[in-house]
């Protein structure tokens, strides 16, 4: 199974950046995704989770700014950052609980950069 996260770049701050990210491979059923991000010197954070069923969780430091949402079908996560702060930048990366066992998978990782 292979994560592939797409859609960070450069942006001012207020302004917006949608985050995808797409699993390929043997895959029978994902079930938790989940995005997380990692700032220099600090460490990795969970932002926001999505239960199959559709169940979301939120970070404090994003609720009302961010929302995660996944297509089944296409085995994708995508994660709506709105409102974004200086302080958001970061790299962002995406996670997947895959199969019976929940596997736990990683993309690489897709810098997001805002600039004040």
């Known amino acids: 199974v292979q994560l592939q996260a797409s859609g960070g770049g450069l942006v001012q701050a207020g302004g917006s950046l949608r985050l995808s990210c797409a699993a390929s491979g043997s895959i029978f059923s994902i079930n938790r995704m989940g995005w997380y991000r990692q700032a220099p010197g600090k460490e990795r954070e969970l932002l926001a989770s999505?239960?199959?069923?559709?169940?979301?969780n939120y970070a404090d430091s994003v609720k009302g700014r961010f929302t995660i949402s996944r297509d089944n079908a296409k085995n994708t996560v995508y994660l709506q950052m709105n409102n974004l702060k200086p302080e958001d930048t970061a790299v962002y990366f995406c996670n997947m609980e895959v199969g019976m066992l929940d596997m736990d998978y990683w993309g690489a990782g897709t810098l997001v950069t805002v600039s004040s």
């Open positions: 999505i239960t199959r069923s559709g169940m979301t």
